[in-house]
C-alpha cells in the first residue's frame, strides 16, 4: 500500500497514457475502416460507370435495329425506353429514379464481323434492405437498389446490392441546353444525349470510438454522372 | 521531481499522437470530400458544354443556311454575343458564350453544388490551337469553381478545372 501512496503520481500518469493510447488505436481503427470501405464503394461505383457508358456509346436507334434484324437473331423489334418512376423516392435521395432502361446495340466488338442485334436491359431492383446514413445533423434510413443488366432478358451483370439512386436523363436535338431530363415512356428518335448518374452507399463503422462517437462522416457514400453522346444516333 | 519531468514528457509525446492521429483522420475525410467535388464538377462540366454543342448553332450568320458554309468569310467576325443576347437563356449560338459568366447549380443524386463557370470560345486551326483567324471549327471552354467552400483542398480546385469541347460547323 505503502508503495502504491508513494508512486500515486506515476501510477496516474501512466494511465492516463495508456487510456489515451487506447483511444488513439481505436480511433486508427475506425479511420483505416473508413478508408477501405471509401475504395470498395469507389471501385463499385467505376465499375459500374465503365458498364454503362460502354453500353450506351454503342446504343443503336430503333431504325438501325430493325434494319439490321435480318442478319442477326434480334426479335426485339426496336426498343428503346427510357422509363421513369417516382414511386421509388424516399427520404433524402428524393428524386425521381430510372425504373429501367432498354435499348438495342451490338454484341461486343471482338464479334463485330457478325455481330448480333442484342437488347440490353437495365432493371432498378429493390433489394428489401436499408442502409442508414449519416446527415448534416441526424441519421436516414434509405432503401437499396440493386442495377440488374440483362441482355435479351437473360442475366448479364450489373451493380452490388448498394445503390441508393439511378438515374438517367435524355436530352433531345436542339433541346435546351439544361432540359435533361427522365422521361417515361419511348426515347425520341431525335434523343442524342443521355446522361446516367447513381449514388452508390456502404454500411459504414458502426461501433463507436473510444470516446463514445460513433463516425458520422460521409466517406461510406459515392455518386458519379456523366453524359455520353450519341454517335449512332446522328 | 525527476517523476514529474518524465510525467510531463510522457504526456507531452501521447498529446502529440493523438494529434497527429486526428489530422491524419481529417485528411482522408478532407480528400474523400474532394473526389466527391471532383467528381460532380467532371459531371457537370461534360453535362454542360454537351447540352451547349447539342442546343445552339456554330454560327449566328450562318444558322438560317441549308447548307454546310465554304466560305469561310461567311463567319461572325467577332466572337461574343449579338445585339440583345444578355443571358444563356437568350444564345443561339457557340460564340454567344465568349466572356460570360454565370452560377450553376448542379444537382446529382438528389445532392446540390453550385458552381461559378466562366466561358471562352475561340477559334481553332488544324493543329488544334486556337487562332484569331477565322476557322471552321470553335472551342468552347469552361472554368468551373466550385462555390462551396471545402476549406485547405477547396483551394486546390477553384479556378483551376477548365473543360473544353471542340465544335465544328458541320457537328
Known sequence: MQYFLDHLASILVVSVVLLIMVLVQIRGTQSAAESTINSIIFTDVVDMTEIL???LENMLTDQQAIDAQSDSTYTGGGVTLCIGDDTTTSGIHAAQHTAFFSFPTRKPPEDLVNSEIIE???????????ITLPTR????????FRINRLVNGLFAGGSGDNVTSFRIETLNRFDDFDAFNVIDGACSANLRKVRFEFKMAQNGVDFASGDGQTSTSQTNISRFGTTVHLTNWE | MQETLLALGALMI??????????????IHEQVYVREISQARDDFA???????????SFDEKTMALT???TNISSLSDILGPDPGETADSTFDDIDDFEAYRDTFMHVISADTFFFDVTF??????DDNTTTTSKTF????????????????YGNTLTGVFSKTKVIYEDF
Open chain 2, 67 to 69: 447548307d454546310i458554309p
Open chain 2, 46 to 56: 461534360v453535362r454542360l458544354l454537351e447540352g451547349i454543342s447539342n442546343e445552339m
Open chain 1, 120 to 130: 440490353v436491359r437495365y432493371n432498378l431492383v429493390n433489394t428489401g434492405e436499408t
Open chain 2, 137 to 152: 471549327a470553335k472551342e468552347i471552354s469552361a472554368l468551373i469553381a466550385p462555390l462551396q467552400d471545402f476549406g485547405k
Open chain 2, 14 to 27: 501521447i498529446m502529440l499522437i493523438a494529434v497527429n492521429q486526428q489530422r491524419s483522420t481529417i485528411h
Open chain 2, 120 to 125: 471562352n470560345v475561340s477559334y481553332i486551326d
Open chain 1, 53 to 55: 457508358k460502354r453500353d
Open chain 1, 137 to 144: 445533423d441526424s441519421t436516414q434510413t434509405i432503401p437499396l
